[in-house]
């Protein structure tokens, strides 16, 4: 099966004709109709968009073969997937996080720091999670100047530690929470 890469999940039941809220991850939130069909994180099952319209904070979508409350409640909490090669190419410096996510984390010298584990974004910018070969996790800002290079097809990223954290000298041994709050993100 080829890579599945999640772009929405199912939320609860909406109305009583079948319908559910939908939360998209996706930069434009109506484009998960364009993929075709949609699937389960197993593979098993297909979702198919009927109708979609916007909500306040998510959308409303319908599913083929899915006409009543009981079957759509029945969905609430399914993530759904498309193979990634449906995706659209990205523009240069931008990166699905899929494709961020296990690559081996490296300083400019070439030592080794960890892996990638996770891209956040918690409003203030996108944040890169880095598991260390030994020690805590390092949340570090996804920016140009803490992520010079990434390197899809040599499978790393390239980081440069920042030397103060809140102006405080930054311990090799504990490398805390950098706060993305001095530079924007790069989206992904």
């Known amino acids: 099966m080829p890579a599945l890469v999640c772009v929405a999940r199912i939320g609860?039941?909406?109305?009583?004709r079948g319908a559910v809220k939908l939360w998209t991850f996706t930069e434009d939130p109506f484009a998960v109709r364009h993929y075709g069909p949609l699937l389960s994180k197993d593979g098993k099952r297909q979702f198919e968009i009927a109708q979609?319209?916007?909500?306040?904070?998510?959308?409303?979508?319908?599913?083929?073969?899915?006409?009543?409350?009981?079957?759509a409640e029945r969905l609430?909490?399914?993530?759904?997937?498309?193979?990634?090669?449906k995706l659209p190419a990205t523009d240069d410096d931008e990166y699905y996080h899929t494709d961020l996510i296990g690559l081996a984390?490296?300083?400019?010298?070439?030592?080794?720091?960890g892996r990638v584990l996770a891209i956040h974004n918690f409003g203030a910018g996108d944040i890169i999670e880095i598991a260390?070969?030994?020690?805590?996790?390092?949340?570090?800002p996804f920016t140009n100047a803490v992520v010079p290079e990434v390197d899809l097809a040599g499978g790393r990223v390239v980081i440069e530690l920042?030397?103060?954290?809140?102006?405080?000298?930054?311990?090799?041994?504990r490398p805390g929470l950098v706060r993305n709050s001095r530079t924007g993100g790069r989206d992904p």
Not at 52 to 68: M, Y
Not at 105 to 112: K, L, Q, S
Not at 132 to 140: A, D, H, I, K, Y
Not at 163 to 170: A, I, K, N
Request: glycine share 10%.
């Open 52 to 71: 979609l319209r916007e909500a306040k904070d998510h959308l409303v979508a319908t599913f083929k073969g899915v006409a009543t409350r009981d079957e």
């Open 132 to 140: 260390p070969l030994r020690g805590t996790t390092m949340l570090l």
């Open 12 to 16: 609860a039941a909406h109305g009583v």
């Open 105 to 113: 984390a490296v300083t400019a010298d070439g030592e080794p720091l």
């Open 76 to 85: 609430n909490g399914i993530e759904l997937y498309v193979a990634r090669d």
């Open 162 to 173: 920042p030397q103060e954290v809140d102006g405080e000298e930054r311990s090799p041994s």
